[in-house]
């Protein structure tokens, strides 16, 4: 069985989106992130897959369902950083009986559809698929039960994994190497964590502007739940918001594969460079780097 996990915070004004409120104001952010929250599980519930939705606070479990719907299962997150609430997560699908699971943010709502389907697609022939943002994190990673690799979410103690920074997608892939586990990254796409991110896809998503204003509050509640597809109702208004134009974005065209046996800024091409390029077994689309 292949599950999907999207992990969500409660789009509280002043509590979501912090960085990015410092640009467009909390309660701006705040609805933006209720936007990209729905877009996220658009794109997960059609691939027909289960659905956990991964959520916090653990307090505000009932509005999450009241908000979202019936369609998904909901488990709050678990941990004391980032890292031990994406390893429970995982140890958790597993412990139901997931043999797959690919698990996404919603920092990036209009990645592809198709990201997700070849993560768990890759699983076939590598223990791990990462899904590089532009400012050296990740939006999605992939396991699978067999090779479950808890070490690439850190151990919790000071000196591990440095969530939040440029370093984090660095740091996994040398916590995988370590462990003796195979990587495969799929093309970057960029999160929206500052102005910069959101006006590239305000770029594609131009409805999503009136988000912007005050006026736009109410609407946008009178909307949500016509907007998120559960058993019961459907998704019309994210499909055609999927349809993302990658060429507009600084990144590579195809995968890489690390055969590694033996969260921000932009310049994530140049970091790949940096942190992988010189390093044996890292192979592109097109041989050896």
Known sequence: MKRVLVFLKFPEPGEVKTRLATAVGPAAAARLARRFAEQTLAAAAGLGLPVTVCFAPARRGPEFSAWLGTGYDYAPQRGADLGMRMRHAFADAFARGAERAVLVGTDAPDRPMEFLEEA??????????????????????????????????GSGEPGGIAWGTSKVLAQ???????????????????????????????????????????????????????????????????????????????????GMELNSRGNANDGFDDKIGDETGGKPGVETDGGAA
């Open 120 to 153: 768990l697609a890759r699983l076939d022939e590598h223990d791990v698929v990462l899904g590089p943002a532009l400012d050296g994190g990740y939006h999605l990673i992939a396991m699978r039960r067999g090779s479950f690799a808890p070490e690439a979410f």
């Open 172 to 254: 996994t892939l040398d916590a995988l190497r370590a462990v003796g586990r195979t990587a495969y990254m799929l093309p970057p796409w960029r999160d929206i964590d500052d102005r910069a991110g959101l006006d590239d896809y305000l770029e594609t998503h131009p409805e999503a502007a009136r988000l912007l204003h005050a006026e736009a509050a109410d609407d946008d509640k009178s909307e949500d739940k016509n907007n998120v597809e559960t058993d019961d109702k459907s998704n019309d208004g994210f499909n055609d918001k999927l349809d993302a134009e990658p060429e507009k974005l600084d990144k590579k065209s195809g």
